[in-house]
């Protein structure tokens, strides 16, 4: 192990990325001040720090956007950032493709921008996505409405370069929409919290933006009523985009109506389509004894914007469509005060909870906890004030068979732990 | 290598005497998959009927440091499910029930034996499906499809298999069963089971998969659109992408292939054109009409000889008929052929039949061509005789010289059919040593010993092998070290 001063690693720092993009300190990270925070400017800059705070074993916590960093075990330390924030090239934009190359730090917004221009989109939509780096969103398998028709990054990331744990550039996938030579990395990077690598550049696929769009909101009195409602639509020849629940918490920030529960459609494609589909979609909201509205244009852009508003404690609730009634009254037993919405169709859910302590959700979350596992499903805890999850496990229980293969994966490719040590499952 | 005697007992203790082969024509009845250029029997198969049985089997062979090779129907193209180096092979045949199907979640857990179509056939009066399809669907196995990743026509518009995995099982070459995934959303943790759909059996066996299924698109429509060339066609199926139509096939025939199918199921495509284009388009009705439309509008102004689509399901039949014949008309034309499977960025199609074109007159070799043009997978049949050495030396030559082609436009080596014996030389081309290297230790931690299915896969090369250390990167020179 080397045996370094502060300040002659701070002196290695800038040599690799420059003076002014090496800062003592920096934003916090959960909390925890960083002993430094450095923006590289290309690719190799980042291998080389990472490679550095390897050899030094320093804490190295990839950053984007920061704006997901409360997910997560709270980290015991912090030494080094690597902020994205300078790698926010689009590389190749190939539209005739329909696939793009993106260094992680670019954000899903700038991104849409320069896509809309040709009438395609990448259909990743967690709550202020378009404040988010491409690269912490694939980290942090962020999701939202769209996923109902378009998968989540798991179905989109083609191919992805990496620094390794010891600052070992590495690629794997492909460029191309179908390829299947050699091991899936892709899959294994998504979701990864950056600690199998510090994701660099991303190979996205991307989809024609339909022609015509629209939205329609239908509010039932009853769960069971949107849930019969869900069921009867996902068992038709209606090809939806998102397929969502709003609560009537949800419904309330939206300023919309309020209901028991409301479950917002859309179909995008060509306008003739739009129409003919329309009325089967109400159709089957009249046979689940609903009501139903149809929302303008701006209906998803203020749907985000209400739920990135929300502040307090988000949970991700992993489970399926057929039970929505169970979910939405577990999370109501436990949680009374709690707004819940999500792709309902997928069974992909989330919980906001505005006043929470630790010890106030540390009761009710192992009880909801315990009703979804029932289907296999779980809860991440997505944001939380520290304290609360330094007491509660916010991953939740993974299987001790799987988690051993983690495990190993983990110290396979990190066996120094510097990568975002201890916040991912099982502390890895 | 023989197996031992004790292994030998042992196996048969575990499976009885019909659950063990060790007769030399029946392991020979196993030694290829559909590529039969690599050939190697096993010293024993046996024919597991649970996970408990494949575990069992699993830690015997473990312990007596015996190859493992798992095969399902044996339908696979690339050398997979054979035994170059002998041992054990595990015919998942006998595992084919479907667990559960769970339509309300849209999902269905099955065991890998069972056949690809027979899943379809298993809820389609209830007006659902399962996307994936390869070309062998009526024989191939679902645990096949998991291992190779397999893709099929209708892919460029569903996705592949592994968009279609939810979770699945799998009894690891340390013997261990590990259960990934599920039917709920958004599990905590790597996304084990995307790491394992695509590993070729070199990771473990999977016994249990549960997949996504689909309820069936409101209409179907196929048109037939005939060009002067292949390069034509090809410029209109990039058209068609960029129009923002994905649909759900679109097939290419180039005229040695339409002369074969026709020759061989009667005229089901006009004679005389250089190339037809096969397109399929699914979804709700409107959608559909006013996509075929555009598409014809599309091919019309690239030049199509004529354009007409299916009135009904007897004429959809006819002119799908013709593509799924194409693998067996093809012995019309050729006693043998290297099929290629790379992959090109689909607005690099025009470019890399250009390229083709050349590199047949260059070998004065024939290449036929059915394949998945809309995602840009090529399939050319790179046709030989047998009995001459040297038209064999130069079909290789020609297969490695589009291979290089496809990869410096940006491709991949393989688009659906996998890796196997047969292309893990190739995989260097696509990537750097690190990269490889990183998939060798990836698979180490599945199989630590090196017993699952080797000399698959990965390549022969020093980056896949123990002690190797990829270049890191340069640090300033400085006095912190």
Same mark, same amino acid.
Not at chain 1, 176 to 186: A, F, Q
Not at chain 1, 368 to 379: N, P
Not at chain 2, 176 to 197: E, F, H, N
Not at chain 2, 452 to 458: D, F, G, I, R, T
């Given at each position: 192990m080397a045996v370094?001063? =502060?300040?002659?690693? /701070?002196?290695?720092?800038? *040599?690799? %990325?420059? /003076? $002014?993009?090496?800062?003592? #300190?920096?934003? =916090?990270?959960?909390?925890?001040?960083?002993r430094w925070t450095a923006a590289p400017g290309t690719i190799e800059q980042a291998a080389a720090v990472v490679a550095l705070a390897h050899d030094e074993r320093l804490a190295i916590v990839p950053c984007g956007g920061g704006t997901a960093l409360e997910l997560g075990h709270p980290p015991a330390r912090v030494d080094l950032v690597v902020d994205t924030k300078r790698l926010d090239a689009v590389l190749e934009y190939q539209p005739e493709d329909l696939t793009v190359t993106v260094q992680a730090g670019c954000t899903a917004g700038a991104l849409a921008a320069q896509l809309a221009a040709h009438g395609q989109l990448l259909p990743v939509d967690p709550p202020g996505w378009a404040e988010r780096s491409l690269g912490g969103l694939a980290a942090t398998q962020g999701s939202g409405p769209l996923r109902h028709r378009y998968g989540t990054l798991r179905d989109l990331l083609l191919g992805v370069r990496f620094a390794q744990a010891d600052g070992v550039l590495t690629w794997g996938g492909a460029k191309v929409v179908k390829s299947v030579s050699g091991y899936d990395i892709p899959k294994l990077m998504v979701g990864s919290l950056g600690t199998l690598g510090v994701l660099l550049e991303l190979t996205l696929r991307l989809h024609p933006a339909p022609d015509y769009e629209a939205t329609w909101l239908a509010s039932f009195r009853t769960p069971a009523h949107a849930q019969e409602f869900v069921a009867a639509l996902l068992d038709s020849t209606v090809q939806p985009n998102r397929v969502e629940l709003l609560d009537a918490r949800v419904c309330a920030a939206c300023r919309l109506p309020e209901s028991a529960a409301a479950v917002a459609v859309s179909i995008g494609t060509v306008e003739p389509a739009v129409r003919a589909q329309e009325g089967v979609v109400k159709a089957l909201v009249q046979y689940a004894h609903g009501t139903v509205e149809t929302m303008g244009a701006s209906f998803w852009s203020a749907y985000d914007r209400a739920l990135a508003r929300f502040e307090g404690v =988000?949970?991700?609730? *992993?489970t399926v469509p057929g039970r929505l009634v169970e979910t939405l009254g577990a999370v109501q037993a436990v949680l009374p005060g709690a707004a819940v919405a999500g792709a309902v169709g997928i069974g992909?859910?989330?919980?906001?909870?505005?006043?929470a302590d630790a010890?106030?959700?540390l009761g009710p979350l192992e009880r909801l906890r315990a009703t979804v596992a029932e289907v296999g499903g779980g809860v991440i805890v997505e944001r939380a004030p520290r304290v609360i999850r330094e007491r509660i496990d916010p991953w939740g229980p993974v299987p001790a068979p799987a988690l051993a293969v983690m495990r190993a994966i983990k110290n396979e490719f990190d066996p120094r732990g510097v990568l975002n040590p201890g916040r991912f499952v099982g502390g890895l | 290598m023989a197996l031992s005697a004790s292994v030998v007992a042992g196996l048969q203790r575990l499976l009885g005497p019909a659950g063990v082969v060790t007769t030399l024509e029946g392991r020979l009845t196993y030694e290829s998959d559909m590529l039969t250029l690599y050939k190697g029997a096993p010293d024993a198969v046996v024919l597991p009927t649970s996970t408990e049985d494949v575990q069992a089997v699993v830690r015997l062979c473990r312990e007596a440091r015996v190859p493992i090779v798992p095969r399902g129907s044996g339908t696979g193209l690339i050398g997979g499910a054979t035994a170059p180096q002998g041992g054990v092979m595990v015919s998942l045949t006998r595992m084919t029930n479907i667990l559960e199907i769970d339509l309300t979640n849209r999902c269905a857990t099955v065991q890998p034996g069972l056949i690809n179509l027979w899943l379809t056939n298993a809820v389609r009066e209830r007006g659902w499906f399962f996307a994936p399809d390869p070309s062998s669907q009526m024989v191939s196995s679902i645990g096949g499809n998991v291992a190779t990743n397999a893709g099929g026509p209708h892919c460029l518009k569903y996705g592949i298999t592994t968009n279609h995995v939810l979770g699945l099982e799998i009894v690891t070459g340390t013997g261990d069963v590990v259960s990934v995934g599920g039917k709920a959303a958004d599990r905590p943790g790597y996304d084990l089971t995307g790491a394992i759909v695509g590993n070729e059996g070199t990771f473990g066996l999977v016994t249990a998969v549960t997949v996504r299924l689909l309820h069936a698109p409101e209409a179907v429509k196929t048109a037939l659109a005939s060009f002067a060339s292949l390069v034509e066609a090809s410029e209109a199926v990039s058209a068609i992408i960029a129009a923002g139509i994905i649909p759900a096939a679109l097939e290419m025939l180039d005229d040695a292939m339409i002369g074969a199918v026709n020759a061989a199921v009667g005229k089901v495509y006009? &004679?005389?054109? *250089?190339?037809?284009?096969?397109?399929? !388009?699914?979804?709700?009705?409107a959608e559909v009409e006013a996509q075929a439309e555009r598409v014809a509008a599309i091919c019309r102004e690239r030049g199509a000889l004529m354009v007409t689509v299916a009135r009904d399901e007897a004429e959809r039949a006819l002119l799908w008929k #013709?593509?799924? $014949? /194409? /693998? #067996?008309?093809?012995? @019309?034309?050729?006693?043998?052929?290297?099929?290629? &499977?790379?992959? %090109?960025p689909r607005s690099k199609l025009p470019q890399i039949m250009r390229e083709m074109v050349a590199i047949a007159k260059r070998h004065n070799l024939l290449f036929a061509n059915v394949f998945h043009a809309g995602d840009g997978n090529l399939h050319p049949l790179i046709c030989y005789d047998d009995r001459n050495p040297a038209e064999l030396e130069r079909a290789q030559q020609a297969n490695e010289e589009l291979l290089h082609a496809c990869i410096a436009l940006g491709g991949s080596v393989s688009g659906e059919h996998g890796i196997g014996m047969d292309k893990a030389k190739n995989l260097p081309l696509?990537?750097?040593?690190?990269?490889?290297?990183?998939?060798?230790?990836? @698979? @180490?931690?599945?199989?630590p010993d090196g017993l699952m299915n080797p000399a698959k !896969?990965?390549?022969s090369h020093p980056a896949c092998g123990e002690g190797f250390r990829p270049s890191r990167p340069a640090l300033p020179a400085g006095t912190w070290v």
């Amino acid at each position: 192990m080397a045996v370094t001063t =502060s300040a002659a690693l /701070a002196d290695a720092l800038r *040599g690799i %990325v420059g /003076a $002014e993009h090496v800062r003592e #300190g920096g934003a =916090s990270v959960d909390g925890v001040t960083p002993r430094w925070t450095a923006a590289p400017g290309t690719i190799e800059q980042a291998a080389a720090v990472v490679a550095l705070a390897h050899d030094e074993r320093l804490a190295i916590v990839p950053c984007g956007g920061g704006t997901a960093l409360e997910l997560g075990h709270p980290p015991a330390r912090v030494d080094l950032v690597v902020d994205t924030k300078r790698l926010d090239a689009v590389l190749e934009y190939q539209p005739e493709d329909l696939t793009v190359t993106v260094q992680a730090g670019c954000t899903a917004g700038a991104l849409a921008a320069q896509l809309a221009a040709h009438g395609q989109l990448l259909p990743v939509d967690p709550p202020g996505w378009a404040e988010r780096s491409l690269g912490g969103l694939a980290a942090t398998q962020g999701s939202g409405p769209l996923r109902h028709r378009y998968g989540t990054l798991r179905d989109l990331l083609l191919g992805v370069r990496f620094a390794q744990a010891d600052g070992v550039l590495t690629w794997g996938g492909a460029k191309v929409v179908k390829s299947v030579s050699g091991y899936d990395i892709p899959k294994l990077m998504v979701g990864s919290l950056g600690t199998l690598g510090v994701l660099l550049e991303l190979t996205l696929r991307l989809h024609p933006a339909p022609d015509y769009e629209a939205t329609w909101l239908a509010s039932f009195r009853t769960p069971a009523h949107a849930q019969e409602f869900v069921a009867a639509l996902l068992d038709s020849t209606v090809q939806p985009n998102r397929v969502e629940l709003l609560d009537a918490r949800v419904c309330a920030a939206c300023r919309l109506p309020e209901s028991a529960a409301a479950v917002a459609v859309s179909i995008g494609t060509v306008e003739p389509a739009v129409r003919a589909q329309e009325g089967v979609v109400k159709a089957l909201v009249q046979y689940a004894h609903g009501t139903v509205e149809t929302m303008g244009a701006s209906f998803w852009s203020a749907y985000d914007r209400a739920l990135a508003r929300f502040e307090g404690v =988000s949970l991700r609730i *992993g489970t399926v469509p057929g039970r929505l009634v169970e979910t939405l009254g577990a999370v109501q037993a436990v949680l009374p005060g709690a707004a819940v919405a999500g792709a309902v169709g997928i069974g992909a859910l989330r919980a906001l909870v505005a006043h929470a302590d630790a010890a106030a959700l540390l009761g009710p979350l192992e009880r909801l906890r315990a009703t979804v596992a029932e289907v296999g499903g779980g809860v991440i805890v997505e944001r939380a004030p520290r304290v609360i999850r330094e007491r509660i496990d916010p991953w939740g229980p993974v299987p001790a068979p799987a988690l051993a293969v983690m495990r190993a994966i983990k110290n396979e490719f990190d066996p120094r732990g510097v990568l975002n040590p201890g916040r991912f499952v099982g502390g890895l | 290598m023989a197996l031992s005697a004790s292994v030998v007992a042992g196996l048969q203790r575990l499976l009885g005497p019909a659950g063990v082969v060790t007769t030399l024509e029946g392991r020979l009845t196993y030694e290829s998959d559909m590529l039969t250029l690599y050939k190697g029997a096993p010293d024993a198969v046996v024919l597991p009927t649970s996970t408990e049985d494949v575990q069992a089997v699993v830690r015997l062979c473990r312990e007596a440091r015996v190859p493992i090779v798992p095969r399902g129907s044996g339908t696979g193209l690339i050398g997979g499910a054979t035994a170059p180096q002998g041992g054990v092979m595990v015919s998942l045949t006998r595992m084919t029930n479907i667990l559960e199907i769970d339509l309300t979640n849209r999902c269905a857990t099955v065991q890998p034996g069972l056949i690809n179509l027979w899943l379809t056939n298993a809820v389609r009066e209830r007006g659902w499906f399962f996307a994936p399809d390869p070309s062998s669907q009526m024989v191939s196995s679902i645990g096949g499809n998991v291992a190779t990743n397999a893709g099929g026509p209708h892919c460029l518009k569903y996705g592949i298999t592994t968009n279609h995995v939810l979770g699945l099982e799998i009894v690891t070459g340390t013997g261990d069963v590990v259960s990934v995934g599920g039917k709920a959303a958004d599990r905590p943790g790597y996304d084990l089971t995307g790491a394992i759909v695509g590993n070729e059996g070199t990771f473990g066996l999977v016994t249990a998969v549960t997949v996504r299924l689909l309820h069936a698109p409101e209409a179907v429509k196929t048109a037939l659109a005939s060009f002067a060339s292949l390069v034509e066609a090809s410029e209109a199926v990039s058209a068609i992408i960029a129009a923002g139509i994905i649909p759900a096939a679109l097939e290419m025939l180039d005229d040695a292939m339409i002369g074969a199918v026709n020759a061989a199921v009667g005229k089901v495509y006009p &004679d005389g054109a *250089g190339a037809v284009l096969l397109i399929e !388009l699914d979804g709700p009705r409107a959608e559909v009409e006013a996509q075929a439309e555009r598409v014809a509008a599309i091919c019309r102004e690239r030049g199509a000889l004529m354009v007409t689509v299916a009135r009904d399901e007897a004429e959809r039949a006819l002119l799908w008929k #013709g593509r799924k $014949e /194409a /693998a #067996g008309a093809v012995g @019309r034309i050729t006693a043998a052929y290297l099929l290629q &499977d790379a992959v %090109v960025p689909r607005s690099k199609l025009p470019q890399i039949m250009r390229e083709m074109v050349a590199i047949a007159k260059r070998h004065n070799l024939l290449f036929a061509n059915v394949f998945h043009a809309g995602d840009g997978n090529l399939h050319p049949l790179i046709c030989y005789d047998d009995r001459n050495p040297a038209e064999l030396e130069r079909a290789q030559q020609a297969n490695e010289e589009l291979l290089h082609a496809c990869i410096a436009l940006g491709g991949s080596v393989s688009g659906e059919h996998g890796i196997g014996m047969d292309k893990a030389k190739n995989l260097p081309l696509q990537y750097a040593d690190a990269d490889l290297n990183f998939m060798f230790r990836l @698979r @180490r931690v599945f199989d630590p010993d090196g017993l699952m299915n080797p000399a698959k !896969l990965l390549p022969s090369h020093p980056a896949c092998g123990e002690g190797f250390r990829p270049s890191r990167p340069a640090l300033p020179a400085g006095t912190w070290v």
